[in-house]
T-cell receptor, first 116, second 109 residues
């Protein structure tokens, strides 16, 4: 089954505040991905999990970003001390169906962050 | 480093006016080239995977083709509901997807 719930859908915060996004796949998937998309750009890879293990992190993921997937199901992405440059859509995704092809992803509708 | 360049950035078509979108790529060892559709305020929706030069995939009014350097997404007799941003992406080995910036397609009735 495919399907991803992301919460919140929209978040407006002041610079310097911390924010947390949550991603809930509707069924179990070993792999879970986080991407970031700014206006007029394609999604950019941030990090991915294989079950509970965070296997790869992009250099875009500064020390202010942390992601977890404690039980291998839902995942959280936290941004500390937000900056205006963090304003973007944060997308969560998992592989489609039984495909082992890591390029065939089902994306959630995203969490849009605006940092004032 | 894998790179993807899409053109044009935006395309405006009349309903029924066929056209093509281009995706040029540079990758060391292509594992797959992927097309996605993205509607405003939504996440990307997977359309096609192409693995090797000469391969073609079709879905309704869309047909994707692949050469060693580029891919085309042909849109035949488009309808207003085909309006969206079309994203191209590649991966090599076990690397994550690298996306282009997309082509914003508007189909006018």
């Amino acid at each position: 089954d495919t399907g991803v719930s992301q919460d919140p859908r929209h978040k407006i915060t002041k610079r310097g505040q911390n924010v947390t996004f949550r991603c809930d796949p509707i069924s179990e998937h070993n792999r879970l991905y986080w991407y970031r998309q700014t206006l007029g750009q394609g999604p950019e890879f941030l990090t991915y999990f294989q079950n509970e293990a965070q296997l790869e992190k992009s250099r875009l993921l500064s020390d202010r970003f942390s992601a977890e997937r404690p039980k291998g199901s839902f995942s959280t992405l936290e941004i500390q001390r937000t900056e205006q440059g963090d304003s973007a859509m944060y997308l969560c995704a998992h592989p489609t169906g039984d495909s082992l092809n890591t390029g065939e992803l089902f994306f959630g509708e995203g969490s849009r962050l605006t940092v004032l | 480093e894998d790179q993807v360049t899409q053109s044009p950035e935006a395309l405006r078509l009349q309903e029924g006016e066929s056209s093509s979108l281009n995706c040029s790529y540079t990758v060391s060892g292509l594992r797959g080239l992927f097309w996605y559709r993205q509607d405003p305020g939504k996440g990307p929706e997977f359309l096609f995977t192409l693995y090797s030069a000469g391969e073609e995939k079709e879905k309704e009014r869309l047909k994707a083709t692949l050469t060693k350097k580029e891919s085309f997404l042909h849109i035949t007799a488009p309808k207003p509901e085909d309006s969206a941003t079309y994203l191209c992406a590649v991966n090599s080995g076990n690397t994550p997807l690298v996306f282009g910036k997309g082509t914003r397609l508007s189909v006018i009735a």
